[in-house]
């Protein structure tokens, strides 16, 4: 038998966190295989083939599979669970969406955002705001898996040459459609790929202050990322939200400027390498955290920071 | 039409919990409780359907011992029509209580469901998605604005990078993110009459529901300490800390 990994894709790119995922997949020690479910997706499939120890890849190439729909692609997924006794996805809002319905179809529990894997059905995941860390073992005969992705290394990209299988069924559940997208197009990383993360709380005041984290952004190459109190207060988009309920992000440089560090913030960042905090306020709970504290006027600190680097 | 709107008792979200000595679950003895903020929120969409005249009639589910009827309580000060708890003693996994909701949905027939895009003491993210599927329905997660036309509804989703935009055909399931709307408070005369507000009891036999344990905890931990680092005088000091010292810039 085998362990399935949904990979995440745009249709375009096959996303970083696939080999995150496949990587956490490795633990299982049975054969791994990789769906690509999309429409004009074969680029995709093409480089999933070459990730190695990946024994085989399918491909479902339809307009039903375009926009990652929950009600059709969990009936696709559900198709192949028969051979496999584990289904591994990287938890992005698409398996978010998608894999409880697979798991409640095939009446087994799923298993959110494990950041530890054993072979004997052993998981560790986080609950509580990452105040907590849970052993729990599934007595379910598939293993229906989200993994937090930075808790895993990257496996390699390149070497191998899986053969590719074509899935010729189309699962339209015809209960839901498309209407549209707004995406955001940006030249910076992907926050939850980045090596550094810059990023801006209510103390940034508005969005147009926002700029003043971009310009260090640009020379360090770094993503840029938010507090909720920034998204709620429209500064920036929601795409950009760090935290318990937001985006999980594990940098080798965390920049957290006018944050105050509420838990529900910290859940997403403290597995960061290093952290870096400014804030005026010198009792911020966001110093207990940081390696390196600034104790700050944001609005002073960043221009000269920008220069100086 | 009718909307149902699943609660969760949860650990209110200021408490910061901690692992029982023993290690075998987490510590919730008199610790604050609470309506578990996205069901806040859920509770809070369906008043604004009713008050915009689309919904009729509310209804408030939830699950657990007698002391979840507190948050029931709260939703029908909110301004839920009716309540109904499931009583049973046990945590249950996402996948029980969506088996345990979706025979409420049998009975009941609303038009659409409305639950949290994750309760915050489990992070699942689970329960609307299962329930969904279970009843072979659509669903709307991670709503960030809902508009029902006629026979469908559309959703305006928080997706990884940005907002999506689907068409669901009713009955559906939307799970609810942060940005759906700004909760109200329950005000006195509101929390008075909703003391009179029809609650109704079940069990998961009376539901017809056969519990299942799919995961069994092992035990919990503190997750690894982090040290507080150090505090820096200037912007030349954390440069100079990140360059030669860290090594990250
Ligand atoms: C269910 C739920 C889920 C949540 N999920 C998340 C989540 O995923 N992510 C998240 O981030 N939060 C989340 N929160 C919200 C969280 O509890 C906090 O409210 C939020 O993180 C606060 O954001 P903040 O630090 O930007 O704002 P504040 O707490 O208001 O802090 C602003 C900080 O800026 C500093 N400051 C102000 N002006 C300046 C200046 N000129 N120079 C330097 N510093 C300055 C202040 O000293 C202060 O420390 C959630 C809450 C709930 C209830
Ligand atoms: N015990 C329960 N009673 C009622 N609703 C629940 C219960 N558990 C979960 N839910 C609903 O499902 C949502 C998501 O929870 P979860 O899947 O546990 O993250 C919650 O916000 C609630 O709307």
Partial sequence: ?309 | MKVLVAVKRVVDYNVKVRPKSDGSDVDINNVKMSINPFCEIAVEEAIRLKEAGIAEEIIAVSIGGAQVQEQIRTALALGADRGIHVQTEDSLEPLEIARLLKSILDKEEPTLVITGKQSIDGDHNQTGQMLAALAGIPQGTFASEITIERDHISVIREVDGGLQTVKLSLPAVVTTDLRLNEPRYASLPNIMKAKKKPLDVFTPEELGVELSNHIDLVGVEPPPDRQAGIKVDDVDALVDKLRNEAKVI
Wanted: aromatic content about 4%; hydrophobic content about 45%.
């Fill in chain 1, 1 to 309: 038998m085998s362990t399935l990994v949904i990979a995440e894709h745009d249709n375009r790119e096959l996303k970083p966190a696939t080999l995150n995922t496949v990587e956490a997949a490795k633990a299982l020690g049975s054969d791994i295989n990789l769906l690509v479910a999309g429409k004009d997706c074969a680029g995709v499939a093409t480089a999933a083939a070459s990730i190695p120890d990946v024994s085989k890849v399918y491909i479902a190439d339809n307009e039903a599979y375009e926009h990652q729909l929950a009600e059709n692609v969990s009936l696709l997924i559900l198709d192949l669970a028969q051979q496999h006794d584990a289904i591994l996805a990287p938890a992005t809002v698409n398996n978010k969406n998608s894999m409880p319905r697979v798991a409640a179809l095939l009446g087994v529990s799923q298993i959110s955002d494990v950041i530890s894997i054993k072979a004997d059905g052993i998981f560790k995941r986080p609950i509580y705001a990452g105040n907590v860390i849970a052993t729990v073992k599934s007595n379910d005969p598939k293993w229906i898996v989200t993994v937090r992705t930075t808790a895993f290394d990257a496996c390699s990209a390149e070497g191998g040459s899986a053969p590719i299988e074509n899935l010729e069924v189309i699962h339209d559940a015809k209960l839901s459609s498309f209407v549209k997208e707004e995406v955001a197009v940006s030249d910076r990383p992907e926050l939850t790929a980045a090596e550094i993360v810059i990023s801006g709380g209510r103390g940034m005041q508005n969005g147009d202050n926002f700029k003043l984290l971009e310009g260090i952004a640009d020379k360090l190459g770094a993503a840029m990322g938010a507090s909720r109190a920034a998204v709620d207060a429209g500064f920036v988009p929601n795409d950009m939200q760090v935290g318990q309920t937001g985006k999980i992000v594990a940098p080798d440089l965390y920049i957290a400027v006018g944050i105050s560090g509420a838990i529900q913030h910290l859940a997403g960042m403290k597995d960061s390498k290093v952290i870096v905090a400014i804030n005026k306020d010198e009792d911020a709970p966001i110093f207990q955290v940081a390696d390196y504290g600034l104790v700050a006027d944001l609005f002073e600190a960043l221009p000269e920071f920008e220069a100086k680097i």
